[in-house]
């Protein structure tokens, strides 16, 4: 569905506002196994009533910072009008207007991890280009990355090992430039164990942790993604920032039983403060023993080798949650 005009009405249900179908079958089958009833709604392309009233239902939006790279560039701002047009409207949403904000701003994440007193990477957001060689100066004398402030899947990580290094790059040409214009310059944290965790969060809640490999899986996280491959020897290639090529059928992803709990919960608190009630929060014990948070997802892909070894399950958390939000909100 791309707009409201077509939509018939009646039984109040769970919309899920996203953009990219792909992405969706899991969600699909978790509803259904769960019994509420879902409908999407891709937030592309559309158009709708701003002084109508919407349907009646639960509205959960899983817009995504990287939509842009799906050359769905109007995404964010088409999901900030109808969220804005819900809320107004007195609709409950989830992960709603106030969420969006996060997703697509680095730096607003990283503000409220300080505001909160959680260690998060030392940074400088540079907008437009013309600043970029200057503010790495601060970095000289030690590793130090590149990222978009509207990032996602990786987009736009780069480790550079000296400003010089930098300047070379940015000589050449070699930097894209971000969606919105900020460019992050961050210090590189080497993680200790060669991997990073994220702590999944449904409705406030801890679910459960994974590691990824940072070794073979470089910069490049996103637990939907396969591994590519080379087309002549038919190997995995070493994505952005990996230090070796996966093996064959390597998983790069794990669940992590041996999260710090207490951290865990301290996140789940910090989500709760917020009012993102569904997040994926990425953090680096370092070899210093820092452990630092730099990347705040409002949706997640859940890795489905994960999923099988968990107890519980990231999909079937959300259908459950917001299946007790409907039945709260409409009971029969
Ligand atoms: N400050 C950092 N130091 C070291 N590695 C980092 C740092 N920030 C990000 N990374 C690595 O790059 C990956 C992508 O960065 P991230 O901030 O999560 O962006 P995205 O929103 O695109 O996922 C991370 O999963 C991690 O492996
Ligand atoms: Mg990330």
Redesign the pocket.
């Known amino acids: 569905m791309s707009t409201l005009d077509d939509e018939p009405g009646g039984t109040p249900v769970v919309y899920a506002l996203h953009e990219n179908a792909d992405w969706w079958p899991p969600f699909e089958r978790a509803f259904r196994e769960a019994g509420v009833p879902v409908r999407e709604w891709n937030l592309v392309e559309g158009s709708f009533d701003p002084a109508s009233a919407p349907p009646e239902g639960i509205f959960w939006s899983r817009i995504s ?2 939509a842009p790279s799906r050359g769905h560039d109007h995404s964010k701002d088409y999901a900030r009008s109808v969220l804005s047009w819900l809320e107004s409207s007195g609709r409950r949403t989830v992960n709603g207007r106030s969420t969006i904000e996060f997703e697509v701003s ?1 730096v607003a994440q990283l503000a409220a991890l300080r505001a909160a007193g959680i260690d998060a ?1 030392e ?1 400088v957001a540079v907008i437009g280009a013309g600043g970029l060689r200057d503010a790495a100066r601060r970095f000289e004398g030690r590793p ?2 590149t ?2 402030n509207q ?7 780069r ?1 550079f090992d000296s400003v010089a290094e930098f300047e070379t790059a940015l000589d050449a040409g070699e930097l894209d430039e971000p969606v919105d214009g900020i460019t992050l310059l ?6 200790a164990g060669g991997f ?1 965790t ?1 702590v999944e969060i449904v409705g406030g809640e801890f679910v459960y942790a994974i590691a ?1 490999d ?1 070794i073979h ?6 637990p939907a993604d396969a591994c590519a491959i080379d087309a002549t020897t038919g190997l995995p290639i070493a994505p952005p ?1 990996a230090e070796a090529a996966p093996e064959p059928g390597q998983r790069l992803f794990t669940l992590r039983r041996d999260v710090d709990t207490a951290f865990a919960e301290r996140l789940a608190q910090f989500t709760r403060d917020l009012g993102i009630e569904i997040a994926g929060i ?1 953090f ?1 014990e370092s070899a210093d023993g820092r452990r ?1 948070v ?2 705040i ?1 409002t949706n997640t892909n859940y890795n489905a080798d994960v999923e099988a070894e968990a107890d519980s399950s990231g999909p079937a958390s959300i259908a459950r949650y917001l299946g007790a939000l409907l039945r709260e909100r409409y009971p029969a």
């Open positions: 910072a990287s680095k990477p940074t130090f990355i990222k978009h990032g996602g899947k990786g987009l736009g990580v480790r961050q210090e590189y944290v080497r993680p990073i994220r990824a940072t899986g470089g910069f490049q996280l996103c920032g990425e680096i630092v730099y990347d997802n």
